[in-house]
């Protein structure tokens, strides 16, 4: 009897083992934790979730449902065109009211070369020396005018002149704030999180700045949850990370798989763990 007990146990442990690793293998992402509304408030700080039915199309969080996402791991299941990505930008003490920059970079996973190579976007007042800069639109650039490997370049060891020669002023320091993008230059090159497992070759890279004011510890935010939306605009799989040098805790990475079929996944990912509707399927390749 001893011997079955410690049998199933062991066996129930391996389960455990293996549902764990699962969530960075390929969660299906309705099997996550998901709050309602408000609810998503009660998060720690720095807590990013998913707003996926129809989450583009409004910034109340009201009758929302938001799943709350993993650093480090690959979900799978989507199929909306559109998702809205929430952050609780909740201070972690009370007396933090400084604003600050959330950094975002979306890089989409195609089968085929696309047009843009390189997006920019800010949302925002920043300064330079003191002097508010002026109001950046997005831009789109191809890789004949900008590749990733020279983005990455001029983020290692180029100037910020440099960057301006290229894509105008949009490092900067969020008005009020003291955290400079260009100090953390090294976060906005092109992250390799995913790659190796993933089998699609060409990829976009969307590189946001986004100001905000931690809400405090105490307190509520008057506008809900920061937050900034993700289009799929045809890709297979889109990486997501946000950072922001207010806080450590900010710094998480997860991946989204435009498949509802476990095959197709795993013809996607190499060597995955799926899990769905609280199953653990097992692909082997």
């Known amino acids: ?3 079955l007990l410690r049998a199933f146990l062991i066996v129930a442990a391996v389960c455990v083992s293996d549902a764990v690793h699962a969530q960075y293998g390929a969660a299906f992402v309705f099997n996550e934790q998901s709050t309602y509304g408000s609810e998503f408030l009660r998060q720690p700080a720095a807590q990013s979730g998913l707003i996926v039915k129809s989450g583009c199309g409004t910034t109340s969080l009201t009758g929302r449902r938001s799943y709350l996402v993993k650093s480090g791991a690959i979900y799978w299941g989507l199929a909306d065109e559109c998702v809205r990505v929430i ?15 959330l950094g975002v970079q979306v ?6 070369p696309q047009s843009s ?4 976007r800010r949302k925002g007042a920043f300064v330079r020396d003191g002097k508010i800069l002026p109001p950046y639109d997005d831009k789109s650039l191809s890789s004949d005018e900008l590749d990733h490997d ?8 180029g100037t910020l002149q440099n960057v301006d020669d290229k894509v105008g002023k949009w490092h900067g320091t969020p008005q009020g704030g003291i955290h400079d993008s260009w100090d953390d230059r090294r976060w906005f090159r092109t992250s390799r999180a995913y ?3 993933l089998q699609v070759k060409y990829k976009t890279l969307d590189n946001r700045l986004i100001r905000f004011t931690p809400y405090p510890a105490n307190g509520s935010p008057q506008d809900g949850p920061l937050s900034f939306n993700v289009n799929r605009r045809g890709a297979r799989v889109v990486v ?8 450590a805790d900010y710094e998480n990475n997860f991946a989204l798989v435009y498949e ?18 609280g199953l653990l399927w097992r692909i082997f390749r």
Do not use: C, E, K
């Open 107 to 112: 890089i989409g996973f195609y089968d085929d």
């Open 87 to 101: 952050v609780n930008h909740r201070a972690t003490d009370t007396d933090t009211a400084v604003p600050t920059y």
């Open 195 to 197: 790659g190796p497992q």
């Open 240 to 247: 997501v990370r946000v950072f922001s040098p207010s806080n």
């Open 117 to 120: 190579s390189i997006v920019l």
């Open 1 to 3: 009897m001893r011997f």
């Open 260 to 277: 509802s079929d476990p095959d197709r996944v795993a013809q996607l990912v190499n060597n995955i763990q799926v899990v769905q509707a």
């Open 150 to 157: 020279t983005w990455d370049s001029l983020h290692t060891d």
